[in-house]
């Protein structure tokens, strides 16, 4: 594993284009061209956002299967030499003590992003990736595109019931799919816990003023696939997060190369 920065100041990244969340508000659109100033007041702006998340009520411990979930990732990853050996790299949910905190926000968008010591998961993010991973392990080719496109349609609109939740209640899965969603399931939060992770474990706030440059989410791309590998975790969560991602916002955003660009990076040879 490469030796990564220590963790800086705060850096606030989207996993999508939503913009706006409970625990807080979405980045402006960044540039390399930011004065000193603009940075400053920017970094102040973050250290605050994340003040105010470790506040919020709503946003703390999850519950059920989302909490073995999250605490099965976060385990694994406490394993690694690189949290062992670094105790303020040691995660914990909610609170990670003198490490990073992963919070849960108890919220439909579909997010997550990461401060100098915290990851925010949102559960609409989490509910989502779930029947995505429902619809892989039940479906195949045209089911599938299908499957996933009516889910994208229902997760962008806020629906109550994802068309996940239809999938379950309509199609039963048998012990062996029922099986493998949980294992895709696994993979794909584990995916985006370590993503998070990367950008605050990788220092990424130092280079707040170049949010835009698309190597940030690329680095943190490869640090959560790599960190997959090295806990034994199943890579093909990868392919649930950026099909979902991929349908609900398909083209680059601020400082996001396209989810189709992402993935083949990380297609295992």
Do not use: W
Not at 155 to 172: D, H, Q, S, T
Not at 192 to 215: F, K, N, P, R
């Amino acid at each position: 594993m490469n030796k990564f920065l220590s963790a800086g100041p705060g850096v606030f990244i989207l996993l999508a284009i939503f913009a706006l969340t409970a625990c807080g508000q979405a980045p402006d659109t960044y540039s390399v061209t930011t004065t000193k100033s603009e940075y400053q007041a920017r970094f102040l702006s973050i250290q605050e956002e994340e003040s105010k998340l470790l506040e919020n009520s709503e946003c703390g411990k999850t519950g059920g299967d989302l909490l073995d979930t999250i605490k099965y990732a976060i385990d694994k990853f406490n394993t690694l030499p690189l949290a062992q050996d670094e105790p303020s790299f040691q995660v914990g949910h909610p609170n990670g003590a003198d490490g990073i905190s992963v919070r849960v926000c108890a919220d439909d968008q579909l997010a997550a992003y990461a401060y100098s010591k915290t990851v925010a998961l949102h559960e609409g993010l989490l509910k989502t990736l779930r029947a995505a991973a429902e619809a892989f392990a039940r479906f195949e080719h045209d089911e599938l595109d299908t499957a996933l496109d009516n889910l994208a349609i229902a997760a962008v609109n806020r629906e109550n019931n994802l068309y996940g939740l239809y999938i379950v209640a309509n199609f039963p899965g048998s012990p062996s799919e029922i099986s493998r969603s949980e294992v895709l399931f696994r993979s794909a939060v584990a995916f985006v816990i370590y993503h998070e992770l990367g950008h605050t474990i990788m220092g990424h706030a130092d280079y707040a003023q170049a949010l835009g440059d698309q190597s940030l989410e690329l680095s943190a791309d490869a640090f959560a696939a790599e960190t997959l590998a090295l806990t034994g975790i199943d890579r093909e969560g990868i392919d649930v997060v950026f099909a979902i991602l991929g349908r609900i916002s398909p083209d680059e955003l601020v400082g996001h190369p396209s989810s189709v660009y992402r993935a083949a990076l990380l297609q295992v040879e």
